[in-house]
T-cell receptor, first 116, second 114 residues
Framework: AQKITQTQPGMFVQEKEAVTLDCTYD???????LFWYKQPSSGEMIFLIYQGSYDEQNATEGRYSLNFQKARKSANLVISASQLGDSAMYFCAMRESPNTGNQFYFGTGTSLTVIP | ETGVTQTPRHLVMGMTNKKSLKCEQHLGHNAMYWYKQSAKKPLELMFVYSLEERVENNSVPSRFSPECPNSSHLFLHLHTLQPEDSALYLC?????????????FGSGTRLTVV
């Protein structure tokens, strides 16, 4: 079974609007971390935001926020006030049992296009 | 120069060629990783090096051969590749293998096997 599922291959959003990118995950671990990365056309994976499984509050980093619903195993990324530079691929990732150095599991990504 | 640098950015090679991908980090990190990114597939972890020692090899075919001569450099040696090996190869580093936050990726090498 897929550890990370991103069901939106492509999304469009009007500039200055907010957009939600969906991510669901599958784990039986109690301790895990959830991540979102942005990959522009240059190829580099840029870390955006992190949510720990024990964090009670949703993570926020500037215009990025993570809508963490633990019972539903979802970790959606919300981008507020979209900008043209937000056009990129977005990957959701999970790390199980962070303290044992396990690998990341990545989703297939969502391509976001911001329309002027 | 800071961050993780990968060279070359693009590589086209024939199936009988031998080439190498290079990754360099100046972050003082002790763990380095090779990932393969194919279209419409999740990133696949290929190799993990911690303190220059290979600690993980995720069932990667022997036509991919990694080398980590020191903590700042990581190579991926390629020989007799197949067309299905065409992909973006990403290098990443972190302070150590348990570092949650500090995964830094390079920009990747776009490999095309003809």
């Amino acid at each position: 079974a897929q550890k990370i599922t991103q069901t939106q291959p492509g999304m469009f959003v009007q500039e200055k609007e907010a957009v939600t990118l969906d991510c669901t995950y599958d784990t039986s671990d109690q301790s895990y971390g959830l991540f979102w990365y942005k990959q522009p056309s240059s190829g580099e994976m840029i870390f955006l935001i992190y949510q720990g499984s024990y964090d009670e509050q949703n993570a926020t980093e500037g215009r990025y926020s993570l809508n963490f619903q633990k019972a539903r195993k979802s970790a959606n990324l919300v981008i507020s006030a979209s900008q043209l530079g937000d056009s990129a691929m977005y990957f959701c990732a999970m790390r199980e049992s962070p303290n044992t150095g396990n690998q990341f599991y990545f989703g297939t990504g969502t391509s976001l296009t911001v329309i002027p | 120069e800071t961050g993780v640098t990968q060279t070359p950015r693009h590589l086209v090679m024939g199936m009988t060629n031998k080439k190498s991908l290079k990754c360099e980090q100046h972050l003082g990190h002790n763990a380095m990783y090779w990932y393969k990114q194919s279209a419409k597939k999740p990133l696949e972890l290929m190799f993990v090096y911690s303190l220059e020692e290979r600690v993980e090899n995720n069932s990667v075919p022997s036509r991919f051969s990694p080398e980590c001569p020191n903590s700042s450099h990581l190579f991926l040696h390629l020989h007799t590749l197949q067309p299905e090996d065409s992909a973006l190869y990403l290098c990443a580093s972190s302070q150590d293998r348990t570092d949650i936050y500090g995964y830094t990726f390079g920009s990747g090498t776009r490999l095309t096997v003809v």
